[in-house]
């Protein structure tokens, strides 16, 4: 999500030192949204901001928040929010922040609306979807995915048919969010013929971002439900990159994990 732990101490909690936005008199969610913005850029810290790049191949504008302090300070924006002004207006604050720049609006967007899933419909899909064309990097993209998308086609599985339209995209965002869309549904013994079928699409891609997405889906889909997972991977093992192999393999067992990435 945010950015992998590090092993320094963690700050204050940011929340103390800064108003709360959902507390200020703005009578519209950009107002409100601007407030958590400017609340979201005094609340990091810089030392921590200047080693999150290092996560990331391309560059990234980061406020330095560690990940547990900007949930936190998310879900005591959301509750208030949601108290004052009900679901739909937080929805818009979240469509706000996820048009932003910075890593931790996005990844804020995404906390304020986590878990919140079953209350939402498919007009809130549609609107997740097209937040696929602001995705900057894998963490923001991985939020929106596994966190809002991910539990909704699991919850109407015949949403899974647009991840059959993100695999042929010319956004790689897109490609890899056909996968992570389905790796709830996957723990679930879920869309197996639509995993193959996904998998047979997109083996050939050349992006290491889509081809770790897809390794990430075929993981998932072994660790819960190998017995039909293993076989496909003996299928496949002869064409498919290895980054998307090893992937796959993790949490097979030893002798499985061999036989599936012998030469």
């Known amino acids: 999500m945010a950015r992998p732990q590090t092993q320094k101490p963690e ?3 940011p929340g103390s030192k800064m108003r709360d936005p959902s507390r200020q008199p703005s009578s519209s969610p950009s107002e409100i949204a601007a407030e958590i913005r400017r609340a979201l ?11 999150v790049q290092w996560f990331f191949k391309d560059e990234i504008k980061s406020h330095g928040w560690y990940t547990g302090d900007l ?3 998310a879900r005591r924006f959301r509750k208030q929010i949601r108290k004052e002004h009900g679901l739909d207006f937080l929805v818009r604050i979240a469509d706000q922040l996820f048009s932003g720049s910075v890593l931790e609006e996005k990844v804020a967007a995404v906390f ?3 878990q919140l899933d079953p209350e939402f419909g498919d007009r809130e899909f549609r609107l997740f979807e097209s937040w696929l064309d602001r995705v900057s990097s894998w ?23 647009a991840v059959f339209r993100w695999a042929k ?4 965002w897109r490609r890899r969010a056909a996968c992570v869309a389905l790796i709830r549904g996957a723990r679930e013994k879920m869309f197996f013929s639509e995993i193959v079928n996904l998998s047979d699409s997109l083996l050939a891609d050349g992006d290491d971002m889509v ?3 897809l390794g990430w889906l075929l993981r998932e889909t072994a660790k819960f439900d190998a017995e039909r997972t293993v ?4 299928k496949i093992r002869g064409r498919a990159p290895r980054l998307v192999l090893r992937t796959a393999c993790e949490t097979l067992p030893a002798t499985l994990k061999k036989k599936v990435l012998a030469p």
Request: hydrophobic share 35%.
């Open 71 to 73: 949930r936190r300070a």
């Open 112 to 114: 304020l609306l986590e």
């Open 11 to 13: 700050p204050e909690a």
């Open 139 to 161: 963490a923001d993209h991985d939020g929106l995915v596994h966190y809002l998308i991910a539990p909704m086609v699991a919850a109407k599985p015949e949403r899974a048919k």
């Open 41 to 51: 850029k005094s609340g990091g810290s810089a030392e921590h901001a200047a080693g």
């Open 231 to 234: 076989p496909y991977l003996m």
């Open 169 to 172: 995209s010319r956004n790689r």
């Open 211 to 213: 081809q770790k997405g």
